[in-house]
C-alpha cells in the first residue's frame, strides 16, 4: 500500500472515512432514486427493460435523442435477462421503489395492476402528453385493462414456426398458409426420416402455441380468471407429445435441457421450433445455418388462431413525473428516427409512422416484415384473449411440466394433475 | 437516526448512570472499568448494529410472514398455520426434501471419508508434504464460486470430458446435467471436491494423537487397521463429531450449486425436471419467482426446525461414540 509497508493508523482512518463517506453518498443516490427533479429543473427518469446487450446498444442510442429533443429530461437505464428482471422488479416495486418507466408485456398486465403497480396512462393522454394515433391493427387498444390504459405497445410479434431453411429444404418439406396438423405430423416424421434430426423441439411445452390450438376450436388458454380447457383436452395434447418425443420427431428432452439457454434450434437439436417470429434475429445471431418463418398449422385449413403480441412500455402508479414517462413513451412509440436505430428487436414496430420509417435490408427482418404482413393479408390475426393475474407463473409451470413429461419422471396423467393444481394456486394468488 | 440509536443504545444499557455507590468491580481506577465498557461497545456497534438491523430484525419478521399469505405488494394477511399445512401436502415440496435429504446423506459422508482419506496420507512425513496440503485444500478456497459451478455444468454436459471419459468404458450413460437422476451426483461431486476445510481440521486432529501410543500398539504387535480403528479413530473423533456437524448443516444449505448447475438463469430455475431442486432452490422460487414470501419465510423456518433437530440428534449420539480424553484441556 504505502511505501516501505508501514501503514499507519492515520492511513486506515482516513481510508475508512472515505469510505463511509462513498457508502453515504451511494445511500443517498439510492434514497432519491433519481426520482426527484434537482434546481434547475432538469427531471431523472429511471427505465428499465429485459433483454440482452445488444438490445442495450441499442436503447441507450434511442435515450441519447430523446435527451437531445428534452434536454430536461435525463433517463437512468437498467437492465436483466428476462427471469432476473421480474425478480428485480419485484423487489424494488414492493419497497416503493421501481422504475418510473419499464418494458412490459400483455401476460403481466393483469397481475401488476392488481398490485397496483401500473401507471393508467389514459390522463396522460387526456393531458396530449402521449398520443395513441397511428398504431397499426388495433394495436392501441392492447394495453386497456377495464377502462385504464396500463401500457403502450412498442412492438408486435406473433407465434410463428422458425424453421432451419436448409433442414427443410432436405427434408422436402414445404409448409403452407393453412397447412393442418396432419400435414405437419407427416412433415416431423418426414424431417426425421431423411435429415436424422428431429422435427420439433419441444413445442407441447410452450403455452403461447397450445392457446393458439385451443383457439383454433373456440376455446383458449385463460378466460378472464382460469384456465379456458379441460384435463381431458391436455391430457390428449401431451399424450401425442410423449408418443412424439419417444418416436423420435420432437427432440430428445435431456439435450434440450442441457444447452440451455441457447435454443435447440439453433444447437442443432431440432429443425423448427414454434416461438415468436422476432427470435429469428437471435438465432441467425446464435446458429450457423438460415433461419425462416412458417406458417403456424391449422385444425381447419383456416383458423391459425393468431393475435399479434406486444412488448409495451409501462409507468409506475407512483412515479413523481407521470408527464414525463408519458413524453417518453409517445417519443419512443412514434419518432422514426427510434425505429430505424431499434429494427424489429422488440418486433415490428407498432404505429405506422414507425413501421414506415424502417425498411429491413437484411433477409432475416426482411422474411419478418413480409411474415407480418401475410398474417394481415390472410386475414387470420383475431382478438387476443385475457391473461389473468398468474399467467406468467402458469406458463412457466407449463413449460417446466411438460418437459419433465418428455424426460420420463412424470407420466402425462401425473403431469396433466400436477399442472391443474399449480395453477389453481397461481390463478387464486 | 436509527443507526445512531442503535448505537446509543447497548450503551445506556451497559453503563447506567446511577450506579450502585460500591461496585462489585475488582480494582482498577475509579472509573476506568465504565470507560473500557464504553470503547468495548463502540468498537462492537457496528458489528451489533448489523446484528439488529440484517440479522435480528429480520428473522423476527420472517417468522411473522410464516403465518400470514404476503405478495410482496400487499400487506401481509394473517392465515395461521395455511403456509404449513400447504407445505406438507405439496409434492414438488416433498420432492425438494428428498432431493436435500439425498444430497446430505450421500454427499456428507463421501465428503468427509474424502477428507479423512487424503489427511492420513498428508499426515505421514515425506517429502513435499506442504505442497500437496496447499494443492488438495486448494479446491475448497473457490469451489463455492459461480464460475466453479458454471464450469462444473460444461464437464458434465454432453460429450465433455466425463461423457467421453464414460463412453471410453462403454458406458453410455451421456452427459449428467441434462439427466433429472444423474444431476445431482453431479453436485455431490463437486461438494467432495471441496474436501479442503474438513481435511485441515482433520489433518490438525491426527496431529494431536501422541506418538506414543501408537509405539505401544507396535509393541503389542498391533497392525495397521487395528490401529487406525482402536487408536486414531476415537483419538480424533471429537475433530470427526466437529466436521460432522459442521457439513451436515452447510449441506442442508445448498443452493448456489445446485441453482447454477441446475440451469439458473434462463429456463427451469433448478435443473431438468427439478433434478437439482433442493430445498433452498424451492424456497427461492417460491419467494422471488413466484411472489410468495408467506410461504417461503415458512419455508425457511421449518428448514431451521429441522437443521435445529439434526444438530440435536447428533449433539445427544456423541455420548455414544465421541470419545472426550480426561484431562484433555
Same mark, same amino acid.
Given at each position: 500500500?504505502?511505501?516501505?509497508?508501514?501503514?499507519g493508523?492515520?492511513?486506515?482512518?482516513?481510508?475508512?472515512?472515505g469510505?463511509?463517506? %462513498?457508502?453515504?453518498?451511494?445511500?443517498?443516490?439510492?434514497?432519491?432514486?433519481?426520482?426527484?427533479?434537482?434546481?434547475?429543473?432538469?427531471?431523472?427518469?429511471?427505465?428499465s427493460?429485459?433483454?440482452?446487450?445488444?438490445?442495450?446498444?441499442?436503447?441507450?442510442?434511442?435515450?441519447?435523442?430523446?435527451?437531445?429533443?428534452?434536454?430536461?429530461?435525463?433517463?437512468?437505464?437498467?437492465?436483466?435477462?428476462?427471469?432476473?428482471?421480474?425478480?428485480?422488479?419485484?423487489?424494488?416495486?414492493?419497497?416503493?421503489?421501481?422504475?418510473? %418507466?419499464?418494458?412490459?408485456?400483455?401476460?403481466?398486465?393483469?397481475?401488476?395492476?392488481a398490485?397496483?403497480?401500473?401507471?393508467?396512462?389514459?390522463?396522460?393522454?387526456?393531458?396530449?402528453?402521449?398520443?395513441?394515433?397511428g398504431?397499426?391493427?388495433?394495436?392501441?387498444?392492447?394495453?386497456?385493462?377495464?377502462?385504464?390504459?396500463?401500457?403502450?405497445?412498442?412492438?408486435?410479434?406473433?407465434?410463428a414456426?422458425?424453421?432451419?431453411?436448409?433442414?427443410?429444404?432436405?427434408?422436402?418439406?414445404?409448409?403452407?398458409?393453412?397447412?393442418?396438423?396432419?400435414?405437419?405430423?407427416?412433415?416431423?416424421?418426414k424431417?426425421?426420416?431423411?435429415?436424422?434430426?428431429?422435427?420439433?423441439?419441444?413445442?407441447?411445452?410452450?403455452?403461447? $402455441?397450445?392457446?393458439?390450438?385451443?383457439?383454433?376450436?373456440?376455446?383458449?388458454?385463460?378466460?378472464?380468471?382460469?384456465?379456458?380447457?379441460?384435463?381431458?383436452?391436455?391430457?390428449?395434447?401431451?399424450?401425442?407429445?410423449?408418443?412424439?418425443?419417444?418416436?423420435?420427431?420432437?427432440?430428445?428432452?435431456?439435450?434440450?435441457?442441457?444447452?440451455?439457454?441457447?435454443?435447440?434450434?439453433?444447437?442443432?437439436?431440432?429443425?423448427?421450433?414454434?416461438?415468436?417470429?422476432?427470435?429469428? %434475429?437471435?438465432?441467425?445471431?446464435?446458429?450457423?445455418?438460415?433461419?425462416?418463418?412458417?406458417?403456424?398449422?391449422?385444425?381447419?385449413?383456416?383458423?391459425?388462431?393468431q393475435?399479434?403480441?406486444?412488448?409495451?412500455?409501462?409507468?409506475?402508479?407512483?412515479?413523481?413525473?407521470?408527464?414525463?414517462?408519458?413524453r417518453?413513451?409517445?417519443?419512443?412509440?412514434?419518432?422514426?428516427?427510434?425505429?430505424?436505430?431499434?429494427?424489429?428487436?422488440?418486433?415490428?414496430?407498432?404505429?405506422q409512422?414507425?413501421?414506415?420509417?424502417?425498411?429491413?435490408?437484411?433477409?432475416?427482418?426482411?422474411?419478418?416484415?413480409?411474415?407480418?404482413?401475410?398474417?394481415?393479408?390472410?386475414?387470420?390475426?383475431?382478438?387476443?384473449?385475457?391473461?389473468p393475474?398468474?399467467?406468467?407463473?402458469?406458463?412457466?409451470?407449463?413449460?417446466?411440466?411438460?418437459?419433465?413429461?418428455? $424426460?420420463?419422471?412424470?407420466?402425462?396423467?401425473?403431469?396433466?394433475?400436477?399442472?391443474?393444481?399449480?395453477?389453481?394456486?397461481?390463478?387464486?394468488? | 437516526?436509527?443507526?445512531?440509536?442503535?448505537?446509543?443504545?447497548?450503551?445506556?444499557?451497559?453503563?447506567?448512570?446511577?450506579?450502585?455507590?460500591?461496585?462489585?468491580?475488582?480494582?482498577?481506577?475509579?472509573?476506568?472499568?465504565?470507560?473500557?465498557?464504553?470503547?468495548?461497545?463502540?468498537?462492537?456497534?457496528?458489528?451489533?448494529?448489523?446484528?439488529?438491523?440484517?440479522?435480528?430484525?429480520?428473522m423476527?419478521?420472517?417468522?411473522?410472514?410464516? !403465518?400470514?399469505?404476503?405478495?410482496?405488494?400487499d400487506?401481509?394477511?394473517?392465515?395461521?398455520?395455511?403456509?404449513?399445512?400447504?407445505?406438507?401436502?405439496?409434492?414438488?415440496?416433498?420432492?425438494?426434501?428428498?432431493?436435500?435429504?439425498?444430497?446430505?446423506?450421500?454427499?456428507?459422508?463421501?465428503?468427509?471419508l474424502?477428507?479423512?482419506?487424503?489427511?492420513?496420507?498428508?499426515?505421514?512425513?515425506?517429502?513435499?508434504?506442504?505442497?500437496?496440503?496447499?494443492?488438495?485444500?486448494?479446491?475448497?478456497?473457490?469451489?463455492?464460486?459461480?464460475?466453479?459451478?458454471?464450469?462444473?455444468?460444461?464437464? !458434465?454436459?454432453?460429450?465433455?470430458?466425463?461423457?467421453?471419459?464414460?463412453?471410453?468404458?462403454?458406458?453410455?450413460?451421456?452427459?449428467?446435467?441434462?439427466?433429472?437422476?444423474?444431476?445431482?451426483?453431479?453436485?455431490?461431486?463437486?461438494?467432495?471436491?471441496?474436501?479442503?476445510?474438513?481435511?485441515?481440521?482433520?489433518?490438525?486432529?491426527?496431529?494431536?494423537?501422541p506418538?506414543?501410543?501408537?509405539?505401544?500398539?507396535?509393541?503389542?504387535?498391533?497392525?495397521?487397521?487395528?490401529?487406525?480403528w482402536?487408536?486414531?479413530?476415537p483419538?480424533?473423533?471429537?475433530?470427526?463429531? !466437529?466436521?460432522?456437524?459442521?457439513?451436515?448443516?452447510?449441506?442442508f444449505?445448498?443452493?448456489?450449486?445446485?441453482?447454477?448447475?441446475?440451469?439458473?438463469?434462463?429456463?427451469?430455475?433448478?435443473?431438468?425436471?427439478?433434478?437439482?431442486?433442493?430445498?433452498?432452490?424451492?424456497?427461492?422460487v417460491?419467494?422471488?419467482?413466484?411472489?410468495?414470501?408467506?410461504?417461503a419465510?415458512?419455508?425457511?423456518?421449518?428448514?431451521?426446525?429441522?437443521?435445529?433437530?439434526?444438530?440435536?440428534?447428533?449433539?445427544?449420539?456423541?455420548?455414544?461414540?465421541?470419545?472426550?480424553?480426561?484431562g484433555?484441556?
Open positions: 500500500m504505502q511505501q516501505g509497508g508501514n501503514v493508523r492515520r492511513t486506515v482512518l482516513k481510508a475508512a472515512g469510505s463511509l463517506a %462513498v457508502a453515504g453518498l451511494g445511500a443517498t443516490a439510492t434514497a432519491c432514486g433519481g426520482g426527484s427533479g434537482s434546481g434547475d429543473g432538469t427531471v431523472t427518469i429511471r427505465y427493460w429485459w433483454g440482452a446487450e445488444d438490445r442495450a446498444e441499442r436503447i441507450n442510442k434511442t435515450i441519447a435523442l430523446f435527451e437531445k429533443k428534452y434536454p430536461k429530461i435525463k433517463v437512468k437505464t437498467d437492465f436483466q435477462p428476462y427471469t432476473d428482471f421480474w425478480k428485480k422488479f419485484n423487489t424494488q416495486a414492493s419497497g416503493g421503489n421501481p422504475p418510473d %418507466v419499464f418494458q412490459n408485456a400483455i401476460g403481466f398486465l393483469r397481475k401488476y395492476d398490485k397496483n403497480v401500473l401507471l393508467d396512462l389514459s390522463r396522460q393522454v387526456e393531458a396530449k402528453n402521449l398520443s395513441m394515433d398504431f397499426r391493427a388495433g394495436l392501441e387498444k392492447f394495453g386497456e385493462i377495464d377502462g385504464k390504459l396500463l401500457g403502450v405497445p412498442v412492438g408486435s410479434n406473433s407465434m414456426l422458425v424453421i432451419d431453411k436448409p433442414v427443410y429444404t432436405r427434408a422436402g418439406v414445404k409448409p403452407e398458409q393453412g397447412w393442418t396438423w396432419d400435414d405437419f405430423d407427416e412433415a416431423m416424421a424431417i426425421r426420416d431423411r435429415t436424422g434430426r428431429a422435427g420439433d423441439s419441444g413445442m407441447y411445452g410452450v403455452m403461447y $402455441l397450445y392457446d393458439l390450438y385451443l383457439r383454433q376450436s373456440g376455446k383458449a388458454f385463460f378466460t378472464e380468471d382460469g384456465l379456458g380447457f379441460t384435463e381431458a383436452d391436455l391430457t390428449a395434447w401431451w399424450t401425442k407429445a410423449e408418443k412424439g418425443v419417444e418416436a423420435g420427431l420432437f427432440a430428445d428432452a435431456k439435450k434440450v435441457a442441457q444447452i440451455k439457454p441457447k435454443a435447440a434450434l439453433s444447437a442443432e437439436l431440432a429443425g423448427s421450433e414454434f416461438t415468436w417470429d422476432n427470435f429469428t %434475429v437471435r438465432y441467425t445471431s446464435e446458429g450457423r445455418s438460415e433461419y425462416g418463418l412458417a406458417p403456424i398449422p391449422t385444425t381447419d385449413g383456416k383458423r391459425t388462431g393475435y399479434l403480441g406486444s412488448l409495451m412500455l409501462s409507468g409506475y402508479k407512483r412515479t413523481e413525473h407521470p408527464e414525463e414517462v408519458a417518453f413513451i409517445d417519443f419512443m412509440v412514434h419518432d422514426p428516427e427510434v425505429a430505424r436505430i431499434m429494427g424489429y428487436d422488440r418486433g415490428v414496430p407498432t404505429t409512422a414507425q413501421w414506415d420509417a424502417y425498411r429491413p435490408t437484411d433477409p432475416v427482418n426482411r422474411a419478418i416484415a413480409a411474415y407480418e404482413e401475410s398474417l394481415v393479408e390472410s386475414g387470420v390475426l383475431e382478438q387476443i384473449t385475457p391473461h393475474n398468474g399467467a406468467d407463473i402458469c406458463e412457466a409451470a407449463f413449460l417446466r411440466i411438460a418437459e419433465e413429461m418428455a $424426460l420420463g419422471s412424470r407420466s402425462v396423467e401425473e403431469a396433466v394433475r400436477q399442472f391443474f393444481t399449480e395453477s389453481k394456486t397461481a390463478l387464486a394468488g | 437516526m436509527t443507526h445512531a440509536s442503535a448505537l446509543e443504545d447497548p450503551v445506556r444499557a451497559a453503563a447506567p448512570r446511577h450506579r450502585p455507590a460500591k461496585s462489585p468491580r475488582p480494582a482498577g481506577p475509579k472509573g476506568r472499568g465504565r470507560r473500557e465498557n464504553l470503547a468495548g461497545y463502540l468498537f462492537m456497534s457496528p458489528w451489533i448494529a448489523g446484528f439488529l438491523l440484517l440479522t435480528a430484525g429480520p423476527a419478521a420472517s417468522l411473522y410472514f410464516a !403465518f400470514t399469505d404476503y405478495n410482496l405488494f400487506a401481509p394477511r394473517w392465515i395461521g398455520l395455511d403456509n404449513f399445512s400447504e407445505m406438507f401436502g405439496d409434492p414438488r415440496w416433498r420432492h425438494s426434501v428428498r432431493v436435500t435429504l439425498w444430497y446430505v446423506v450421500v454427499g456428507t459422508p463421501v465428503k468427509l474424502a477428507a479423512l482419506g487424503v489427511a492420513l496420507l498428508l499426515a505421514q512425513k515425506r517429502r513435499g508434504q506442504a505442497f500437496y496440503r496447499a494443492a488438495f485444500y486448494a479446491p475448497s478456497l473457490i469451489g463455492a464460486s459461480v464460475s466453479v459451478a458454471i464450469v462444473w455444468k460444461a464437464i !458434465f454436459s454432453d460429450d465433455a470430458i466425463v461423457d467421453r471419459t464414460q463412453q471410453l468404458f462403454g458406458i453410455g450413460a451421456g452427459g449428467w446435467t441434462g439427466d433429472p437422476e444423474l444431476i445431482i451426483y453431479s453436485l455431490v461431486a463437486l461438494t467432495v471436491w471441496q474436501f479442503g476445510a474438513p481435511m485441515v481440521i482433520f489433518l490438525a486432529g491426527l496431529k494431536q494423537v506418538r506414543e501410543l501408537y509405539e505401544a500398539a507396535d509393541v503389542d504387535g498391533a497392525g495397521k487397521a487395528r490401529q487406525f482402536s487408536i486414531t479413530l483419538m480424533i473423533s471429537p475433530v470427526l463429531f !466437529f466436521n460432522v456437524l459442521l457439513e451436515t448443516i452447510h449441506s444449505q445448498i443452493f448456489s450449486s445446485a441453482y447454477i448447475v441446475g440451469g439458473g438463469a434462463g429456463g427451469n430455475a433448478c435443473g431438468p425436471a427439478d433434478g437439482t431442486m433442493v430445498y433452498t432452490c424451492y424456497l427461492y417460491q419467494g422471488f419467482e413466484n411472489s410468495r414470501m408467506g410461504l419465510s415458512a419455508m425457511a423456518w421449518m428448514l431451521l426446525v429441522a437443521v435445529a433437530l439434526v444438530t440435536a440428534v447428533l449433539f445427544w449420539s456423541q455420548k455414544r461414540w465421541v470419545h472426550y480424553e480426561e484433555a484441556r
